[in-house]
């Protein structure tokens, strides 16, 4: 059984579909943008990641890849390039498509770790730290200021973990917590980040990029 594998969920690049709450403020086509340029911001720390050691396979998990891929060409160059599967999820809700990655995966893997694509402070560090913790612990999170998480990474899991968590609310993180205690498993938390859902977090993004 292979150790490590990392996860980057990622929606397929859909005008109007993605980073809607920040397309309210500055339109779809730049919203479009935006998630693209996280996207692959997001990709490349985790190849980093692995050029600074982190002993792990990638994996590129989307919501659909359909037959026209013109959009996407240089993200799956790179994926192709760097030999990073892709993925298609498999559920309704988030917490489904989560749960069906984690759990078709640790019968390769022992250790899962799934990052989202809207969070540009994944670091090597931060991915050797979660993978460090799931050697002891059966969940690692790690929270968002805004109540979420920017990471879960999982050497056991069940699927009731993520039983009612309202996703996209303020209270992800909470919930989890709450099921990790109900179903009597270990977890760590690593320190608290962000991620670009809003215009005040593009506007941090923007100002950091600097």
């Known amino acids: 059984m292979n150790d ?71 993200i799956l160059s790179k994926t192709g390039y760097y030999q990073i599967m892709c993925k298609v999820q498999n559920g309704n809700t988030l917490g489904d498509k989560m749960a069906h990655a984690i759990l078709s995966s640790l019968q390769v893997y022992k250790k899962i770790i799934i990052v989202g694509s809207d969070c540009p402070n994944i670091s090597t560090k931060t991915l050797m730290e979660a993978s460090e913790a799931l050697n002891k612990t059966d969940i690692v999170l790690g929270p968002a200021e805004d109540g979420g998480y920017v990471l879960i990474g999982a050497s056991k899991f069940n699927a009731d973990i993520f039983n009612d968590v309202a996703w996209g609310k303020g209270a992800v993180f909470d919930k989890t917590l709450r099921n990790l205690q109900r179903l009597n498993f270990s977890h760590t938390t690593l320190e608290e980040s962000w991620d670009v859902d809003d215009l005040a977090d593009y506007e941090r993004w923007c100002q950091q990029n600097r």
């Open 4 to 74: 490590l594998l990392v996860i980057q969920f990622a929606k397929w690049p859909v005008l109007g579909n993605v980073k809607t709450r920040l397309a309210s403020a500055i339109g779809d086509e730049k919203a479009l943008k935006v998630h693209m340029k996280l996207m692959d911001e997001v990709l490349t720390k985790l190849m980093l990641a692995k050029h600074e050691g982190l002993c792990g396979d990638i994996e590129l998990w989307l919501n659909e890849i359909p037959a026209q891929k013109k959009d996407m060409a240089a």
